[in-house]
């Protein structure tokens, strides 16, 4: 079984915070990841990571069995698709919802370069429709609701046919009938027998769609527990992670915690 993600040891350190500590962490190939944590846990630097948009202060990253600092990152960011509030700041204002998803073929954001093929433009424009955002295509990225602008991008994410999908809180900001959508297209998504490796950072459990196997729960920095679902996500393993008391209820695949 190949790995597609591996962490040794990791650690980010900025100033005197550490920001992760000794992450230890694979992911294989056929396995769906979530990750678990409270705001400030460390996780979007743990994406960043991944996502080969950051390089650790110690510790060995490899990424589709390159190791980070021994490669091309420019050669590497095709094959891994990222949808993280993290990219959205250096979006210019007038970027259109299209040119969002056709510029990730490029790995940058702003559309520098005029000599796009036309087949990049279609499958931009049908994996915006595929998301149910195929009517905004030519609105400005700025001026889209919180769930148009999730989907665009995913369907950003999704443009190079990525070998590892990661999507960091993909349902923050979205309503309920927004979020179930999204849970269901992305279950519809992941469980498709070409979908990519993929991975969920979220902080609200009932975002976790029911196709997902393994969870790593995260707390400053430090990985508290990490393996299958069914066995690691815990009442006690949550409480861990949160430091509050809480109750883990499973219904029909679907998760949502209590505080006692
Ligand atoms: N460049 C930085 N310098 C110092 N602290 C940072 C920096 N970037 C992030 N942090 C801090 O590191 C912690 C982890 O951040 P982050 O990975 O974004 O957490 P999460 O995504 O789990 O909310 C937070 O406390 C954040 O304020
Ligand atoms: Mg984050």
């Known amino acids: 079984m190949s790995a597609v993600l591996d962490m040794r ?3 980010v350190r900025r100033g005197r915070k550490l920001l992760l500590d000794d992450v230890t962490w694979t992911v294989h190939e056929d396995q769906r990841w979530v990750v678990l944590g409270a705001n400030g846990a460390g996780k979007t630097t743990l994406m960043q990571l991944a996502a080969a948009r950051m390089h650790p202060t110690t510790g060995q990253v490899s990424i589709l069995d390159e190791a980070l600092g021994t490669v091309d990152v420019f050669e590497l960011r095709p094959l891994i698709g990222f ?3 993290a990219l959205v700041g250096s979006v210019p204002p007038q970027e259109t919802a299209l ?3 056709v510029t990730a073929a490029y790995g940058v ?3 520098w370069r005029e000599e796009y093929e036309r087949m990049d433009e279609r499958r931009a424009f049908e994996l915006l429709n595929a998301w149910g955002v195929g009517t905004v295509f030519d609105r400005p990225f700025a001026t889209l609701s919180e769930g148009e602008r999730k ?3 995913i369907a950003r994410a999704l ?3 990525p070998e590892l999908l990661i999507l960091d809180e993909p349902g923050a900001g979205l309503d309920l009938g927004g979020r179930e959508s999204l849970v269901r297209r992305t279950d519809e998504l992941i469980t498709s027998p070409t979908a990519p490796t993929t991975i969920l950072v979220t902080h609200h459990l009932e975002e976790i769609p029911p196709s997902f196997t393994h969870v790593l729960l995260l ?3 430090r990985v508290v527990d990490a393996g299958p679902i069914e066995q690691t996500l815990t009442s006690e393993s949550l409480t861990k992670t949160f430091d509050v008391e809480l109750t883990l209820h499973r219904r029909n695949g679907r998760y949502s915690a209590f505080a006692d």
């Open 109 to 111: 954001t702003g559309r």
């Open 151 to 153: 989907r665009v991008q």
């Open 99 to 101: 040119n969002m998803v």
């Open 9 to 11: 040891g990791v650690s």
């Open 219 to 221: 707390r400053d920095g």
């Open 159 to 161: 443009m190079t046919d």
């Open 83 to 85: 949808s993280s509030n």
